[in-house]
């Protein structure tokens, strides 16, 4: 937005000082505090607006100690050594649900990279690590729903390619892992229209 001649200064003054009221009641408010206490994808996407928030805002040290945090806190505790995700397993769409936590620590560990802390990287010392997240899911792509052997209701397909597109912003991270640009691109059914392209996709990737 700073680059367009509607949006001025003084706008983006009112927005920053709006997100850093609203990144103040996440901090400090019963329902955030709550919310921040959950085991389960609840606290990772809290993490995530409020490492969002503190960075827009300016407030480095609130966006520093939680990315310094998440490590101990969500990945260590949410992922097993084998990358299940316990809290997300149980549910009736746990496919689903497994890989939008994922997607959530994908968008935390982007922003530790633009801060220059590690969260990707980081390894517990049995093995806990997104990476593992990732790999636990990693070779359902293709399959049918029946061979998942949790609960999935629904949305099968569409949680698939969400998928692919986690293991793409993971390659983009981090480009050891070519195995994670070959299965999105087995699996991968492009769409045109799909803001991920605008964000993430290369243009060499997008052949």
């Given at each position: 937005?700073?680059?367009?001649?509607?949006?001025?200064?003084?706008?983006?003054?009112?927005?920053?000082?709006?997100?850093?009221?609203?990144?103040?009641?996440?901090?400090?408010?019963?329902?955030?505090?709550?919310?921040?206490?959950?085991?389960?994808?609840?606290?990772?996407?809290?993490?995530?607006?409020?490492?969002?928030?503190?960075?827009?805002?300016?407030?480095?040290?609130?966006?520093?100690?939680?990315?310094?945090?998440?490590?101990?806190?969500?990945?260590?505790?949410?992922?097993?050594?084998?990358?299940?995700?316990?809290?997300?397993?149980?549910?009736?769409?746990?496919?689903?649900?497994?890989?939008?936590?994922?997607?959530?620590?994908?968008?935390?560990?982007?922003?530790?990279?633009?801060?220059?802390?590690?969260?990707?990287?980081?390894?517990?010392?049995?093995?806990?690590?997104?990476?593992?997240?990732?790999?636990?899911?990693?070779?359902?792509?293709?399959?049918?729903?029946?061979?998942?052997?949790?609960?999935?209701?629904?949305?099968?397909?569409?949680?698939?390619?969400?998928?692919?597109?986690?293991?793409?912003?993971?390659?983009?991270l981090d480009s050891?892992?070519?195995?994670y640009l070959k299965?999105?691109?087995?699996?991968?059914?492009?769409?045109?229209?799909?803001?991920?392209?605008?964000?993430?996709?290369?243009?060499?990737?997008?052949?």
């Amino acid at each position: 937005m700073k680059k367009s001649r509607s949006f001025t200064s003084k706008d983006s003054e009112q927005l920053k000082k709006w997100f850093g009221q609203l990144l103040d009641w996440i901090l400090t408010s019963e329902q955030g505090k709550e919310e921040a206490s959950r085991p389960n994808n609840h606290s990772t996407a809290y993490d995530a607006q409020a490492i969002a928030f503190a960075l827009y805002t300016g407030n480095h040290k609130v966006a520093e100690r939680i990315l310094r945090e998440v490590p101990e806190k969500r990945v260590f505790k949410q992922i097993e050594p084998g990358g299940k995700q316990p809290e997300e397993l149980r549910r009736t769409l746990a496919f689903g649900y497994s890989e939008f936590n994922l997607q959530h620590l994908i968008d935390i560990a982007a922003m530790g990279e633009k801060a220059h802390i590690p969260v990707l990287s980081v390894s517990s010392a049995d093995g806990r690590s997104i990476y593992k997240a990732a790999d636990f899911l990693k070779p359902y792509l293709g399959k049918g729903v029946k061979e998942w052997p949790y609960k999935q209701i629904s949305e099968w397909n569409s949680k698939q390619q969400e998928l692919c597109k986690d293991l793409y912003r993971l390659y983009l991270l981090d480009s050891t892992r070519t195995d994670y640009l070959k299965a999105y691109q087995q699996f991968r059914k492009k769409n045109s229209k799909e803001l991920f392209n605008l964000l993430f996709l290369k243009e060499k990737d997008a052949l």
